[in-house]
């Protein structure tokens, strides 16, 4: 039986929540200042914002719950600078695309992943996807196998999320519905730093860039959407037909989703290679960006570096290097 908050619990939980701050102005939202731009593309009938750069073998980075494009900032420019076309996009329900009542099933959101593809005349790609994401990449290439070449899961979810207190109350009936309604920066930053090993390296910035699109009226509405529509427990089972090659990476200190499940990730699919990031939690693209780099790199130029029976057996480690903030 999952125990209940008391009534306390749930107001001073609110009442954090109901501080409200003014988001940052559109002109400095991400990508502001960098060398990308973003445009809108309605694909599956949903207005996505997205970033397409670079020439190359085509690489589709998901972000994960909660997340945007500004999730994969650290990967976007080693990927066009190494001659890869790297496309990322605000997904169905966050960052600044539509956010409708309904379509967050796990096959929809699939489905949005493969008519981009062909929104952008994209035959096939490599798929890297994190936490949610992951689940989706993964999804995708065990429904469309032909239209991925190669899949990068970084502490993807699959077989379960251990939710944080703020994101538990949303889950609920009725309680979720009030606890959405009350969406302050302080709950965004609080979930933000809970996602990172050292919570320190959680920047002002990133609060700012994460709570962007928090004040959206629907928000709350996609939010409830998402964690009663989409399951992040289905893949247990279903991945043995999953022939792409994998390369699957894990913070060491992932407080969401355990180690053990990024293992399951490695035994369950045929053809994949397990790598555990040292002190990193469950945000590796933004907590450990060099080791993320590094190791994406490597797998888009090189393939899998161990045989696939031995993965799960004894996980590669990787010693953390000098990270940018």
């Given at each position: 039986m999952i125990a209940r908050p008391t009534p306390l619990v749930v107001s001073s939980i609110l009442l954090a929540a109901a501080c409200r701050a003014a988001a940052i102005p559109e002109a400095q939202?991400?990508?502001?200042?960098?060398?990308?731009?973003?445009?809108?593309?309605?694909?599956?009938?949903?207005?996505?914002?997205?970033?397409?750069?670079?020439?190359?073998?085509?690489?589709?980075?998901?972000?994960?719950f909660g997340a945007s494009m500004y999730g994969w900032r650290h990967q976007l420019a080693p990927l066009a600078a190494a001659g890869?076309?790297?496309?990322?996009?605000?997904?169905?329900?966050?960052?600044?695309?539509?956010?409708?009542?309904?379509?967050?099933?796990?096959?929809?959101?699939?489905?949005?992943?493969?008519?981009?593809?062909d929104s952008l005349g994209i035959a096939s790609a490599v798929?890297?996807?994190?936490?949610?994401?992951?689940?989706?990449?993964?999804?995708?290439?065990?429904?469309?196998?032909?239209r991925v070449r190669g899949l990068v899961l970084v502490d993807a979810a699959g077989f379960g999320v251990r939710w944080p207190g703020a994101l538990k109350l949303a889950r609920w009936p009725f309680v979720g519905a009030v606890a959405t309604a009350f969406r302050g920066r302080w709950i965004t930053?609080?979930?933000?730093?809970?996602?990172?090993?050292?919570?320190?390296k959680v920047t002002d910035a990133d609060v700012d860039q994460y709570y962007a699109?928090?004040?959206?009226?629907?928000?709350?509405?996609?939010?409830?959407?998402?964690?009663?529509?989409?399951?992040?427990?289905?893949?247990?089972?279903?991945?043995?037909?999953?022939?792409?090659?994998?390369?699957?990476?894990?913070?060491?200190?992932d407080?969401?989703?355990?180690?053990?499940?990024?293992?399951?990730?490695?035994?369950?699919?045929?053809?994949?290679?397990?790598?555990?990031l040292q002190r990193t939690g469950h945000d590796a693209p933004e907590e450990s960006p060099d080791q993320v780099n590094r190791l994406l790199l490597e797998f888009l130029k090189e393939g899998l570096s161990r045989i696939p029976e031995n993965v799960a057996r004894s996980?590669?480690?990787?010693?953390?290097?000098?990270?940018?903030r």
């Amino acid at each position: 039986m999952i125990a209940r908050p008391t009534p306390l619990v749930v107001s001073s939980i609110l009442l954090a929540a109901a501080c409200r701050a003014a988001a940052i102005p559109e002109a400095q939202r991400y990508p502001a200042g960098t060398a990308f731009h973003a445009q809108y593309r309605v694909v599956d009938g949903t207005r996505l914002r997205l970033i397409d750069s670079g020439n190359g073998t085509p690489v589709v980075l998901i972000h994960g719950f909660g997340a945007s494009m500004y999730g994969w900032r650290h990967q976007l420019a080693p990927l066009a600078a190494a001659g890869y076309r790297v496309v990322t996009f605000d997904n169905r329900g966050f960052g600044f695309s539509d956010k409708p009542a309904h379509g967050y099933h796990n096959a929809e959101y699939a489905h949005l992943v493969v008519s981009l593809l062909d929104s952008l005349g994209i035959a096939s790609a490599v798929l890297v996807g994190h936490s949610m994401g992951g689940a989706i990449a993964a999804e995708v290439a065990r429904a469309y196998p032909d239209r991925v070449r190669g899949l990068v899961l970084v502490d993807a979810a699959g077989f379960g999320v251990r939710w944080p207190g703020a994101l538990k109350l949303a889950r609920w009936p009725f309680v979720g519905a009030v606890a959405t309604a009350f969406r302050g920066r302080w709950i965004t930053s609080r979930i933000l730093r809970s996602t990172f090993a050292d919570p320190r390296k959680v920047t002002d910035a990133d609060v700012d860039q994460y709570y962007a699109p928090v004040p959206d009226p629907d928000y709350g509405r996609a939010l409830r959407g998402v964690l009663r529509e989409f399951r992040f427990d289905t893949l247990g089972g279903r991945l043995a037909s999953v022939q792409t090659p994998t390369l699957v990476l894990w913070g060491d200190a992932d407080r969401w989703i355990s180690i053990g499940d990024g293992i399951r990730f490695a035994r369950e699919l045929p053809r994949s290679e397990f790598v555990v990031l040292q002190r990193t939690g469950h945000d590796a693209p933004e907590e450990s960006p060099d080791q993320v780099n590094r190791l994406l790199l490597e797998f888009l130029k090189e393939g899998l570096s161990r045989i696939p029976e031995n993965v799960a057996r004894s996980a590669r480690p990787v010693a953390p290097t000098s990270n940018r903030r």
